[in-house]
Each structure stands twice: as C-alpha cells, then as structure tokens.
C-alpha cells in the first residue's frame, strides 16, 4: 500500500477538483492523505489539517519559510518524515521545489534536484530533464539531470538501456553553447547510452528516452510545446468553424482528433517528477482536472513501486575521483 | 532598383528552384544576380561565375577561408565591394555568417550579428532575435539585439515604437537564468520600449513585436516551433485518414486547414535576416522552394528600400560612457 501525500489547496481548481481525483485514485494499491482545511469533504479519505495555503504569486522560498502549516509544506513533511511514501501537488512549482529541498532533502550526491517531464512525442514518449528547476546549471548537472531521467526511462518507461540525447542547435558534437560543449564530453565519459545531441525540431516527433537539457532551456521548450499545440489546435478549430463546409468536417474528423489530443493532453501523465530528493515528489499542472490529479498520484504510486528513489541514491553516490559525475557502479 | 546577389548553388534544391526563385522576383524593383557554375542557365539573368560550392556540411569557417571563389562567398563579396545591395541564400548558415563578417562585415558599433525571424504568430507577426547566429551571448548583447529587432519591426513589419520582450520561464523580473535577469535590468535601461519578460508558450499566440533571446535558446525555440508544428499537422493528417468518415471530413476541411497553414508556412516569409553588417544578408530555409526564393529576395530588397542598415548604423553608434550599450540617439 502506497501512502500518497495530497495538497488539496495547491492548483487552480483546489479543493474540489483534488479531493475528487484523490477519490478516483484511490485503490487497493493507493491510499491518498489529504491536506487541507479542518472541515474539508474527502469522501472518506484520510485528512491532515494544514489550513494555509501557498498561492501561485507567493514567493517561493519565502512563503515555504513564511508557512510552515501550509498544505504545501505539510504534505511534503509528511514524506521527509516518513509518514507518506510520496507527495502530489497542483501548486507552486518553486514553492515544491523550496519545499522539498526543505523538508524531503536532497539524496546524498545529488547537486540539484531537477523536473522530468513525459513528452507525448509520436513515436513514444520521451523523457525531458530538465524541465525547469534550476534556472542557471554547471555541466556536471547536466550529466546528473541524464542519470535521473534514465532511471526514470528505465523504471517509468520501461525502456531498458534508454538512449540519452543532449539538446542543443545542431547534431554535431561542436554544435552548441559553451555549457552544452562540456556536458556533451563529460556525457561521452558518462558511461551513459548517450547517443549526442538533438535538435528541438525532433522533440515531439521522439528525439530519444532521455531528453536532456538546462532548466532554463528545457522550461522554454516544454512552455512552447504547450503552447503550440494549443494555438495551433485552436486556430484549427477557429479556421474549421468559420465556415458549414468546415464545421460539418470537423463533426467528421472529431474521433480522429479526439486521439490525438488525448495523446497529447497533459492530463493523461498528470504530472512531472521532481527528481533527486530522497522520497518521491510529483508537481501537477496548475489547472489540474480531476482526471491529471488522479493520473499524478498513479505516477507517484508508481515510482514508489519501481523504488525509483533508491534507484536515485545508488547511482548518485558520487565518485571521488571526479567530482560531480556519478560513479557507474551498480 | 535593387540588385540582389543569389547564391545559386546554396540549398537542398539548388540550382533549379534558386534560379525560377529569382525569374519570380525579378521586377522593375529587383534585379537578381546569380553567382554560380559557369554555363547555368539563368533564363536572362546575370551570372557571375563561381563554379565551388559550399555543403550544408562543410564547417563554416574553414570552408568560408577554403572556398573564397564558391558561390556564397562571391555572392556577399558582391555586397561588400558594393556590387549589390543586398545577398540571399539557401546555404549554410554559419557559412553566411561567416562570410558576412569577412566580406561585408560588422557595422561599427555592433559586437555580434544576430538572425532576426519572422514568428507567423496567431494575432500577427513578431520578430524573433537572436535566432541562432550566436551559441553564447552576453547580456549588452540581447540589448543590442532588441535594437535591430525593433528596426526590423518598425521597418518591415510597420510597427511604430515596438513593444520588446525578453524571452524567459516566467513573466516575472525575477525569473529567469543569469543572463535573462542582467538583460532584463539593461533592457529597463535602455531607451526601448521593453515590457518585461514573455514566456515561450506565448509564442505562437503573439507575445510582443520583438522577443529577444540569446542565440542557443532562440535556435532551440524557432526549432522547436518549426518541428511542432510539422509533427502535429502530420499527425492530424495521418490520424483523418486513417478512417472513411476522417478522409471525407479531412477534404471538407480542407480549405481551413490550407489557409492556417498558409500562415504557418516559412516560405511565405522566405528567410531570416542576418542583422549588424554593412549590408544585407538574408538566410533562406536549406529546403526552400522557388517561391520561399523568390520571397526571400523580395525581403531583401525590402529591406534595402527601408534603409534597414543605414537605420542600424544609426542606432548602433556606441554610447562611450556605457560600452556595449548604444544610445539612444536617433
């Protein structure tokens, strides 16, 4: 039985929408704890009280510091302390980070925690790291962030030896800025199936398992590729309904489209790990449905099924001879 | 009239779409030149013979040194002697980087060219800068570069006083990587009319006339795009006519689609212009059509007609008592 730390206050349409989707996870396996206000309808669930809220204008180190009662931080104290096996929230991304950090802690040799993201790429789904933790990174992270997400490739994906690409501006190992140059060397070195660089152009086509880039880098992709895909599926709709001729095709294609959004829906994964800390952290969108908070906490139970954390922590212990690359060993 | 000198070898599909590209543009206007192997056929258009070619392969600086009698060196010779006004080609990128900065060079005051793109966002046309001419930028750079997307702006988009934004992960001052957050503070300083940071899911959307990046991200982010938009109209295409009832709705559909992608299409712009040299250079796309030529010669000569380089060399004059940063005079 997986314990499953909810923040029902985190995410544009908290309670409701959270407590609902902690229902919907609920099973045999999962066992979803809320934290909320005192007087919160769970339907039944386990409830933490923890009556403030972090909002998504607060700062982030700031508010985690500024309230330690609230769902957010609760929630994740939870995990550090070992009363749940994991945490889930639709909240503050900095805020999960801060609180993490805070009250999770970092996994011995982990520098920096990092976000990996599921890709609904064409031909599979990939795995971005990255996706926008840390705003500034040295490239001896970057080698971290590839030995995160292909334990995370391994374990979520299920894909055994996942390739691992760098992104950057061209294919070529010369292709790409001074941090991307040193990763990609010391990614050579890494013992890694690192197969070099990819471009962005291939990232929803499927550039590889293991999509690695600098937070900054990786948040600027992932936002666009959010971001096309709605307006363009929107101006689509905008340009079929302007006409009966269209509207009457768009009845007719609307099973077809219907596939590929939901493949690309972000509600089908849910949610992002929040990578190097020694329990397991989920972030949800921030306007999570029932439907994302419910796949978010499946994915938490998830990787606390396949250990992913002790996966984490083995391969994290770093090796002595060169400093910030993790040793091989496992 | 001005004359534009066409690389006719620089391309996937050259010589044959390079040479219809430049009959279509040719107008009372425009005057092609094309620099190619002795015995081409131009269809009455002059040649200047220049039989060596530069590959999509060959590294940029070396071949630039290697091949001075190639096509696409010759062809912004051509601009730097005065010869013609302005140099387009299909080519390699860093090759027409490389070769400006030999052979037209650098406009006083400019440290760094930048490729400036046309985003064919929702709710009308933004410039793109840096989109990829510079791996690593500092931050008096992306200044510099938010001055010659303005001009762009202002002269071929038509845009009076263009708003500027900085690509970031967050719209807040305070977000963003080290070099975003020293941007941000000198773009407040620096006379344009900069409203703070964009995210890259607006991008499509219409996120300023001018959105500034360095080089890396703003490759990352046009390909990104480029690669997006592809993907998923490939992917809705193949899911419609996957089913009698999809095809039927997919021709009824048809002419709305044709036109969103009419909008999206990158041969309608044709090319991206290399912006900071004594000239004009514009980068049409590797696989481009006779009519992605023939617009990226028309953008040229557009350019030429609005003073495009005089205006930059205006505004680019270097404010002494604040190097890297030009003033405000105009």
Known sequence: MVRVAVDALGGDRAPEEIVAGALEARSPQIEPI?????????????????????TMDDKPAEAVRAKPGSSLVAANRAVGEGRADAVVSAGNTGAMLAAGLLEIRRLKGVHRPAIAVVIPARYGASVLIDAGANADSRP???????????????????????????????EEPEKGNQLVLEAHALLRESGLNFKGNTEAR?????????????????NVALKLLEGTIKELLDALREEISATTRGKLG????????RGLRSRLDPDTYGGAYLLGLRGLSVIAHGNSSRTAIANAIRLAARGVEKGVVDRLSERMVVDSARPGVPNQAR
């Open 250 to 257: 768009g009845l007719l294609i609307r099973p077809a489209a």
């Open 140 to 170: 001896e992270h970057l080698v971290q962030f590839a030995h995160m997400g292909s334990i995370f490739a391994e374990e979520i994906l299920e894909r055994p030896n996942p390739e691992v690409r760098l992104l950057s501006i061209g």
């Open 202 to 218: 291939e990232l929803l086509r499927f550039a590889a398992d293991v999509v690695v880039a600098d937070g900054f880098t990786g």
């Open 34 to 54: 809320l934290f909320g206000p005192p007087g919160l309808d769970t339907g039944g669930l386990e409830l933490v009280e923890a009556p403030e809220r972090i």
